[in-house]
């Protein structure tokens, strides 16, 4: 079992900046995954960004060029740096975890089974 704990979200103009950060405990037993998702209000969860072991990344169409994310293996702590954001970007936003998973650019999220309890992120116009 992974424990994630979210932080960095907070209030922010558009076109501003934020960057959140998951810190992770536990013990993966194979190549893992893990993901920063999405939950508007009345909306969907939808994954954002999800990077695995060997740094392979996936990043959902309506941020690609805005947001990166990445991780630091000797922290256990992942990252998701988020610029140009837009009104539409307001979220709580949730790490995910999970083992024996990679990552294949271009073919979606995976399914996760660890969350962390999240950030809110809100963008006002």
């Known amino acids: 079992q992974v424990q994630l704990v979210e932080s960095g979200g907070g209030s922010v103009q558009a076109g501003g900046a934020l960057r959140l950060s998951c810190a992770a405990s536990g013990y993966f037993y194979s190549g893992y995954c893990m993901g920063w998702f999405r939950q508007a209000p009345g909306k969907e969860r939808e994954g954002v960004a999800a990077i695995d072991r060997d740094g392979t990344t996936e990043y959902a169409d309506s941020v690609k060029g805005r947001f990166t994310i990445s991780q630091d293996s000797a922290k256990n702590t992942l990252y998701l740096q988020m610029n140009s954001l837009k009104p539409e970007d307001t979220a709580m936003y949730y790490c995910?975890?999970?083992?024996?998973?990679?990552?294949?650019?271009?073919?979606?999220?995976?399914?996760?089974?660890?969350w962390g309890q999240g950030t809110r992120v809100t963008v006002s116009s």
């Open positions: 995910a975890a999970e083992d024996f998973c990679t990552v294949v650019t271009g073919t979606g999220f995976s399914v996760y089974n660890n």
